[in-house]
């Protein structure tokens, strides 16, 4: 994520994935596990593949056709450009309008990577090569029939990060050339990393192994774009779909409706379905007022629901409202970044030592639907993930202890050391929440110096790792791109990481930077097991402090069906959803 947005933590965190980004709660991962809050225990995915699956997709068993569902949140997608998507709610929606070449099909609460425009590639020898044969006979939206140059200029797309400077960016890293080329405008087409053959090969060269590669192409920047067709910075207004669904009418911060897209074929399709007439979509909405309504269902409240994290105060009516309650897992942990450059680490672990993780869970109303106490890199929904013992301090939970905390900082010799970090002066509990930590370093003897700033600048200025602070920057959690370790170390913890903006600690060790290129160019079956001897070798730098895994557990109407979580990005899976009548 080039800070991918997780929407169930909006109020205090801006994740890098995109959102992108889970697991599942039961068996199924849907709204009828009870209402219980052990129903959202997190699992673990697994790297699963089906190269030969087809389409038409499986029916979901009940599911009727019609309606328009309404869909509600208080925070706002910043894009719908397929090249600049990163965060989780954009990416969600994202899957009704884009198809790309490779695909999740969520299978009894678990992704399966299968076929989408293209099959899942063929590697070299030497790994270097992949290539990709794509379907025949696609449409845009407009009748137009997609080729196999507008995936290749998709991803040269991709490369004007200057511009789209949300996107992914593993292609900088992987891709030939990928530090070199700017992008078609600043570059033109002529691009070594990406070529094509015929009408309907798609070859892709690398310049180090990249085993995840098909998984990496299920992001909506692989989504192909006509060059004739790119309006720039204003394709994010009204980009074209070759989904099951596109744009009617939008209004940027605030609201989308989607219709029918007649050109879709289900037949090509293994994954996506068509269920619904159109989508509502509306943001900025109250996030209790919202869930309130939903829970109430009266009117179009019933056909409705909200992906807000739900609100502890909400909790009482589920009793009653049981069937309401959707519940699954994210792919995220979240934390509060320490910068490393600015930050000693005797100093860091005082920190963490003082940091009054009790008092701030409590303040920011999380509780077991929505929130797990976290203590590693990875979640437990990554294959790799083990749980070690707690690294010291930062195993999620605790009061803090202030004067310990002091005693440290002294024997340091960095008593009165300055900690500075922003936070929205604009919502009473972010307020609430910083004072918090301030109030706990200052009993530890650190100068606190919280910088209150808008809603509207938060993450312009959490993303600039230039600014006068050290502590809280983005990405303030992380979301796996696919389940794999690879989808968080060499994304968070290579010395390259500082300068794509997506970094925890701002780690800059050449040593560590080998150690995980190496396990990154393993074999899956070799790399998973080691990314846990990373996983803590990294928390024992202390370059963020663990707050929670996230989990999903959101509000939908009476007359809402049987809703799927979408494991990938812990949010509801908008594509396979409908109305009772």
Request: charged letters at 20%; one cysteine or more.
């Amino acid at each position: 994520m080039a800070r991918r947005f997780n929407v169930a933590v909006a109020a205090t965190a801006a994740l890098a994935l995109g959102i992108a980004g889970c697991s599942s709660p039961s068996s199924n991962n849907d709204s009828s596990n009870g209402g219980s809050s052990d129903a959202g225990k997190i699992t673990q995915q697994a790297n699963a593949l089906d190269p030969s699956a087809k389409g038409p997709a499986k029916e979901i068993e009940g599911a009727r056709k019609g309606g328009v569902l309404n869909i509600q949140a208080q925070t706002t997608p910043n894009t719908f450009d397929p090249t600049d998507i990163y965060y989780v709610d954009s990416n969600e929606i994202g899957k009704l309008l884009f198809r790309t070449p490779t695909q999740f099909d969520i299978r009894d609460g678990k992704p399966t990577l299968v076929p989408d425009l293209t099959d899942l590639g063929t590697p070299s020898a030497d790994k270097l090569t992949w290539t990709f044969k794509m379907q025949q006979g696609i449409k845009y939206e407009d009748g137009t029939d997609v080729k196999v140059e507008d995936l290749a200029y998709a991803i040269k797309r991709s490369f004007a990060h200057d511009i789209y400077v949300n996107g992914p960016t593993y292609q900088l890293s992987y891709f030939k050339d990928g530090d070199k080329y700017k992008g078609p405008y600043k570059d033109g087409d002529t691009y070594s990393g990406v070529e094509t053959q015929g009408t309907d090969t798609l070859i892709i060269h690398l310049k180090t192994p990249f085993q995840d590669l098909p998984f990496y192409m299920t992001f909506p920047m692989f989504t192909p774009i006509p060059k004739a067709k790119d309006t720039k910075q204003d394709y994010k207004n009204k980009p074209l779909a070759t989904g099951p669904y596109k744009f009617k009418s939008y209004a940027a911060g605030t609201s989308l409706v989607l219709e029918k897209n007649t050109n879709w074929d289900a037949n090509t399709d293994p994954a996506r379905h068509q269920y619904l007439d159109g989508y509502d979509f509306k943001w900025g909405v109250d996030a209790v007022k919202s869930q309130t309504a939903i829970l109430n269902s009266n009117g179009q409240d019933a056909n409705a629901i909200n992906y807000d994290v739900l609100d502890a105060t909400l909790i009482p009516q589920l009793a009653s409202k049981k069937s309401q309650l959707v519940q699954g897992e994210s792919p995220c942990t979240i934390v509060w970044q320490l910068d490393s450059r600015k930050i000693p680490l005797e100093v860091r672990k005082a920190i963490a030592k003082a940091y009054p993780n009790d008092q701030i869970w409590k303040a920011a109303g999380y509780n077991d639907y929505v929130a797990e106490p976290a203590s590693t890199v990875m979640p437990p929904s990554v294959p790799g993930y083990e749980k070690y013992t707690p690294v010291a301090d930062l195993t999620g939970t605790g009061p803090g202890d202030p004067a310990a905390a002091k005693a440290m900082l002294e024997a340091a010799g960095k008593a009165n050391f300055e900690v500075s970090w922003y936070y929205d002066n604009q919502k009473p509990q972010t307020q609430q929440i910083s004072q918090i930590r301030a109030d706990a370093l200052t009993k530890a003897g650190f100068k606190v110096k919280p910088i209150g700033v808008a809603t509207a600048d938060l993450r312009t200025k959490k993303g600039d790792y230039d600014a006068p602070v050290n502590m809280g920057q983005s990405p303030a959690g992380w979301c796996s791109d696919w389940p794999a370790g690879g989808s968080w170390f060499p994304v968070l913890f290579r010395s390259q990481s500082i300068d794509e903006g997506q970094s925890w600690g701002m780690l800059s060790d050449p040593a560590l930077d080998k150690e995980i290129n190496d396990v990154a160019n393993l074999p899956a079956d070799q790399s998973t097991p080691k990314w846990a001897a990373l996983d803590k070798k990294v928390m024992e730098q202390y370059i963020a402090i663990p707050t929670y895994y996230d989990k999903l557990a959101v509000v939908q109407g009476t007359n809402v069906g049987t809703t799927l979580g979408d494991p990938t990005m812990g949010m509801p899976l908008f594509g396979s959803m409908y109305l009772k009548s």
